[in-house]
């Protein structure tokens, strides 16, 4: 079973070792300063992969999202920025920014537009249900 929640102090030693083991980059103090907004993705009792955002005034910055696991179609990843996204647009966040365009494919599907330095998502909408439909 696939889960993704808040991560705990625990999650994030095991995190800290799994990117040494693989020399996955990770910045420790800005996901500590970040902590409330970051994200462990769990299978079974291992860790597969995390995430995080920082807050930039009413907007969120997506600092890092990584899979441990292989992940040939980008299904854990999507899932796991879907729900980061969700948990920033809870939080009443605008927009949500990358600056990074190490996954910029992916972040297009899901709806990110292009900007001249960035990527960005305008929260607002993303999640907003809308209908067209008429009733009789």
Do not use: P
């Amino acid at each position: 079973m696939i889960a993704i929640r808040k991560m705990t102090i625990e999650d994030l030693d095991i995190i800290i070792r799994l990117c040494e083991e693989r020399k996955i980059k990770l910045d420790i103090e800005l996901m500590k300063e970040w902590f409330l907004n970051a994200f462990a993705l769990k299978q079974g009792d291992s860790i597969i992969g995390f995430g995080f955002y920082s807050e930039e005034g009413n907007n969120g910055v997506m600092e890092q999202a990584e899979i441990f696991t292989r992940d040939d179609q980008g299904d854990y990843l999507d899932m796991l920025i879907r729900s980061i996204l969700n948990a920033a647009e809870r939080q009443n966040l605008d927009e949500m920014i990358v600056n990074d365009d190490k996954n910029a494919e992916l972040f297009l599907q899901i709806g990110f537009i292009t900007m001249e330095n960035d990527m960005r998502l305008d929260l607002k909408n993303f999640f907003s249900m809308k209908c067209s439909c008429s009733h009789s």
